[in-house]
């Protein structure tokens, strides 16, 4: 069995001085996958990607990167050896263009990235639309788009998402689903936290419940979607 790509293995910490939030907590993701993480409220699910980035204190287990062990490093370290972290709020600069907002993504490189910014113009084609208007006068669904894409400027080995669907509609939900299928496939591991556990479920290559910070079921997205306990306890039957 090779490491996966990106792991959380065995996690136990919380933020600061505060008590542990997540007790020996694994979550893994490889090239090509698209990883979820699920739960009730308070599970602690964003806690478990934000450990990953290194958000919080990790008092026990690691995290490794590409066979390398990244747990005492910062976020902005992390980002230098190839994460993309999209948070769920505060995630774009509101009166920046959609194009200004895409260039600060690119703070990390010393390269020509217009190519880049040409490449996610094609994956969220409304950006390309809208890119002289500020980032701050778009719909929820657009302003994520503009966040996902800031992220894809770093030219990322892996991305994680902080419930990259809350507060849209179903409609603009699905589209957004749909353009990270599409980053997935370019290669790009995703590791995704999402309030919308069927529809996370439905895309998942690889998926987590975590329930009090702990690992409750792994397995695939079909796996727990068709796990009885699972569908009672978290799906609605």
């Known amino acids: 069995m090779t490491e996966p790509f990106l792991i959380g293995d065995n996690m136990t910490g919380g933020y600061g001085r505060g008590p542990d939030i997540l007790h020996n907590c694994t979550i893994a993701v490889n090239p090509g996958e698209i990883a979820v993480i699920v739960g009730p409220n308070g599970a602690g699910k964003s806690t478990a990607m934000k450990a990953t980035f290194g958000m919080l204190n990790v008092r026990s287990g690691s995290v490794r990167l590409d066979g390398e062990d990244i747990t005492n490093l910062s976020p902005q370290e992390r980002v230098i050896k190839g994460m993309g972290f999209v948070p769920q709020v505060r995630n774009i600069f509101p009166s920046m263009t959609v194009e200004e907002n895409l260039e600060m993504g690119a703070y990390i490189r010393t390269d020509d990235f217009r190519s880049t910014i040409e490449q996610i113009y094609d994956l969220f084609p409304i950006l390309r639309d809208k890119r002289n208007q500020a980032a701050g006068e778009l719909s929820g669904g657009q302003r994520q788009q503009v966040a996902v894409g800031r992220a894809l400027m770093t030219q990322p080995k892996v991305l994680l998402l902080d419930e990259p669907t809350a507060g849209v509609s179903p409609v603009v939900m699905d589209e957004l689903f749909d353009r990270i299928i599409e980053v997935s496939r370019t290669g790009i591991p995703i590791l995704m936290v ?44």
């Open 194 to 237: 999402e309030q919308n556990a069927k529809q996370a479920l439905e895309i998942a290559d690889r998926a987590y419940v975590l329930v009090q910070g702990a690992n409750a079921h792994t397995g695939t997205g079909k796996e727990l979607l068709a796990d009885p306990e699972v569908r009672r306890s978290f799906l609605g039957g």
